[in-house]
T-cell receptor
Framework: GQNIDQPTEMTATEGAIVQINCTYQTSGFNGLFWYQQHAGEAPTFLSYNVLDGLEEKGRFSSFLSRSKGYSYLLLKELQMKDSASYLCAVRESGYSTLTFGKGTMLLVSP | DSGVTQTPKHLITATGQRVTLRCSPRSGDLSVYWYQQSLDQGLQFLIQYYNGEERAKGNILERFSAQQFPDLHSELNLSSLELGDSALYFC??????????????FGAGTRLSVL
């Protein structure tokens, strides 16, 4: 089985930088995903890490440490439209299914 | 637009009834996944199909069933509905041969309200 933890809520100011952490425990790791979900809408893919290190994609970056069971999503130059829930998901070895954390609700204020 | 199509967008029904949700995956994707999302539970994996065959099962109730057809579209059948089944139901697909083959792309979801 898997256990995924991420903060329930975070707040930040427009133009700032925010880091959303995710820790996980799994019997066999085969990738970590971050999705963004606006209320009532579909989750949309942001990033995918399978090796240790930082993956950068525009204003969003994601980091993975497999030995620590830890990832973070870094959002730079925050915009109001970044207010959403951010979901961390883990794929276990031998499977293509994902187990999602409960999500971190990010509120960006002016 | 993710390329995954779900119908209907909204469904309102009564307890004890049966409904069918439909999903068409992205072109070329062989895997279809069904998820349930309620306010208190987050996104819960229900079941996966790959090229017509059941591949993995998650927290799917016995009252729920799914299938994937030869044209790769999938249907999720929910029967003997209870108030607690009210939720957003998402379908996702993955596959192909590109570097994105491991990524699941989600449809817009079906909002089910059981009254």
């Amino acid at each position: 089985g898997q256990n995924i933890d991420q903060p329930t809520e975070m707040t930040a100011t427009e133009g700032a930088i925010v880091q959303i952490n995710c820790t996980y425990q799994t019997s066999g790791f085969n990738g970590l995903f971050w999705y963004q979900q606006h209320a009532g809408e579909a989750p949309t893919f942001l990033s995918y890490n399978v090796l240790d290190g930082l993956e950068e994609k525009g204003r969003f970056s994601s980091f993975l440490s497999r030995s620590k069971g830890y990832s973070y999503l870094l959002l730079k130059e925050l915009q109001m439209k970044d207010s959403a829930s951010y979901l961390c998901a883990v794929r276990e070895s031998g499977y293509s299914t994902l187990t999602f954390g409960k999500g971190t609700m990010l509120l960006v204020s002016p | 637009d993710s390329g995954v199509t779900q119908t209907p967008k909204h469904l309102i029904t009564a307890t004890g009834q049966r409904v069918t949700l439909r999903c068409s995956p992205r072109s070329g994707d062989l895997s279809v996944y069904w998820y349930q999302q309620s306010l208190d539970q987050g996104l819960q994996f229900l079941i996966q199909y790959y090229n017509g065959e059941e591949r993995a099962k998650g927290n799917i109730l016995e009252r729920f069933s799914a299938q994937q057809f030869p044209d790769l579209h999938s249907e999720l059948n929910l029967s003997s509905l209870e108030l607690g089944d009210s939720a957003l139901y998402f379908c996702a697909s993955s596959g192909g041969t590109s570097i994105t083959k491991n990524i699941q792309y989600f449809g817009a979801g079906t909002r089910l309200s059981v009254l």
